[in-house]
């Protein structure tokens, strides 16, 4: 796709950058200087450094902000940033952040930070409850920002002096013309929990590097990331390497990918060997048998937890963010990712594509023992390659143990009123519901459970179609 003609130049207006436009909801902003992040230490530290350097101000949103170690490094900068004068504007996920104690937020307010939460639960409006925020940015002066994957706690920053190593994410730090693009996407969801930004908050940086980049900012059920996505593995022509933490890719997509390994695309896949989700896991090995039959080749990592939700299309475009390719991070989150044009960044995230392999088992078919007038007629087994590095890091119990003692006293400190809570709201809500309205909330079950079975009937079927196709 990269030698067709109108997309050599990052700033060139042919189709091919017309379609990416109207699939992303974002124009191409050329300039920047965009550095990759694939550390998790180093990208904690960085947006720490950005919040530190601020003069003016701090747009901060994350899905997840601890109450931990890390959450309090953080915490001080904010405090310290407003006590210099800086605006500093915190957007949190109640959901992502339902362990971060109250303490936690009070600090901040007291301090002159504004904090605000994103979209509340609320019993009573369970489709609404289901919009979360998942969207990672750090903006300074309309000059800086980090966008990644990275949420905020102890899991990324790690425990070296115990050997816990930090989650495996992605981020990039960005400077130029793109920031105030990333601005005006926080303005939006600030908006949105009540009164605007202050005047003033959206100048910025003019050209300062090579870079272009788009903001793509995913909003529920606009499917922008997921057209683009299309868009680009229809017209992939090398390579597409994607690396996603919880992979269980929509339909289109998954025939997408095997049309183009198909056709002779190096088309590869890393995804966690263990996970914090076990189920997403176990949906995600759902497809791995068509997928290494049609050619797509698929490793599971066995390093720390991978966390990055990174896509290599050809030498040109590489996407970072927050996007998982998953119908939740599509239809139900607000996400944010950047579609990067750049020879440098986008080889800079190759080359980390394969360190990853390094701490990872290719996936392979291998005939199932036993006699052969037998097995032949079974479907082969999905098997790690015989030259699989050992595992590394942390066993996965010990692991799962770091992770409840790491969280034990967050949640401890907010069970009460997040899940308490929460359970009593939605069985008082749902029982107000069913005595006002029964035959409304029994012909809307019926409906949901219909539905279900029709969408679970139609993937089925369609994706048969495609097998025999």
Sequence with gaps: MHNNAGTSLPGDRGPVQRALDRTSGGRNIPGNRITHLADGPETLAQMVQFIESASRWVHFENYIIRSDRTGHTFGDAFIDAANRGVAVHVLYDPLGSRGTSRGFWKRLRKAGVKVRPFNRLNPFRPIRSVRRNHRKLVSVDGQRAVVGGLCIGDEWAGRPTRGIPPWRDTA??????????????????????????????????????PAAARVVDGIPGKLRLFRTLELLIAGVADRLWITDAYLVAPSPLYAGLLAAARDGVDVRLLVPGRTDIPAIRALTRVGYREL?????????????????KTVVVDGTWFKVGSTNLNPSSFLSNHELDLLIEDSEVTTAAAQQFRRDLADAAEIVLRMRRGPARIT?????????????????????????????????????????????????????????????????????????????GAGAAWNFFRRRAYRRS
């Design 376 to 452: 032949h007629r079974l479907p082969p087994t999905l098997e790690p390659a015989d030259d699989a590095p050992p595992v590394r890091g942390p066993a996965t119990g010990r692991e799962l143990t770091r992770r409840a003692v790491m969280t034990l006293g967050q949640v401890a400190d907010g069970a009460r009123r997040s899940i308490g809570g929460a359970l009593v709201f939605a069985s008082v809500g749902t029982g107000v519901l069913f005595a006002a309205l029964p035959r409304v909330m029994g012909y809307a079950i019926a409906v949901i459970s219909f539905a279900l």
């Design 172 to 209: 990039v730090a960005l400077e130029g013309p793109v920031v105030p693009a990333l601005d005006a996407t926080f303005a939006r969801r600030w908006g949105q929990t009540g009164g605007p930004l202050p005047e003033g908050a959206g100048t910025g940086a003019g050209p300062c590097g």
């Design 292 to 308: 290494l039959e049609g050619g797509v080749r698929i490793w599971e990592s066995h390093g720390p937890m991978l966390h990055a």
